[in-house]
């Protein structure tokens, strides 16, 4: 408890009132959201699919060291996910509507408590369509950085670009923005990898016909376009981060 109060400490004051990722972009400024400021939402209402969560934990036996996906709902609805990712071993804990607080609310449960040997982390769309300002979710995203850092050391994260989507395509430069700041971020910190689904999700400058009905959420077609992105940077890690977690573990 320390260590993660120590950790938060030393994150906010090196933030100060704004991002360090925003400080960092040369000065360029986030678009400006029409949106109407935004409240932060409740988490608890997702008690109920986190309390299904720990139940799964406690049925089911989780060996430490597996790869946990967490975020929203592009994460919670990737049913494949084992499959596509086979032979690593992988942990679904998306909950869908989420936003990085979110996801920060309930870090121990959904991330922490798996040891896990890396981190697939994709959130940030629900908050700018909450009227979240970009500098406040590249923050928010910091913050889980400190929270992983205090939690698993160096365990890698892996940051799966904003999505362009039907529905949210007016977001698509606000989304562009964050996207850079992370991307920033990722080449200043070795625990932290960027990894780019926007170029393949796109055709002749709009999204390809990869969605279902509502225009957000995806087929698996674009689930296929996800797993030609992700799978092959943790095949080249895995065997490096699975050493590296079970080496902890015994220590």
């Not at 008690?47 to 060291?65: G, K, S, W």
């Not at 007016?170 to 989304?175: E, L, P, Y």
Request: hydrophobic share 45%.
């Amino acid at each position: 408890m320390r260590r993660l109060a120590a950790a938060l400490a030393a994150w906010t004051l090196a933030l100060g009132p704004q991002s360090a990722a925003a400080q960092a972009a040369d000065g360029e400024a986030a678009p400006v959201s029409a949106a109407a400021p935004a409240t932060a939402p409740d988490p608890a209402r997702f008690a109920e699919q986190i309390t299904a969560f720990l139940e799964e934990d406690r049925v089911a036996l989780r060996p430490p060291c597996q790869i946990v996906f967490t975020g929203s709902s592009s994460i919670r609805f990737w049913k494949t996910l084992g499959e596509d990712l086979a032979p690593l071993a992988v942990l679904n804990r998306g909950f869908g509507g989420s936003t990085i607080a979110d996801v920060n609310h309930y870090f121990d449960q959904v991330v922490g408590r798996h040891s896990p040997a890396a981190v697939v982390f994709y959130a940030g769309e629900n908050d700018l369509s909450a009227g979240r300002e970009p500098e406040a979710i590249v923050a928010d995203f910091e913050r889980f950085l400190a929270l992983k850092e205090a939690a698993l050391g160096d365990a890698p994260v892996y940051f799966v670009s904003l999505k362009p989507s039907k529905l949210r395509w007016a977001q698509f430069a606000r989304q562009g923005w964050i996207n850079d700041r992370i991307r920033e971020l990722a080449e200043r910190r070795p625990d932290l990898q960027y990894i780019d689904v926007v170029q393949p999700m796109l055709s002749d400058g709009a999204p390809k016909e990869i969605f279902v009905e509502d225009g957000l959420h995806m087929t698996a077609e674009g689930y296929a376009l996800w797993t030609a992105a992700v799978k092959p940077v943790l095949d080249a890690d895995a065997e490096r981060l699975i050493d590296a977690c079970r080496a902890k573990a015994e220590s």
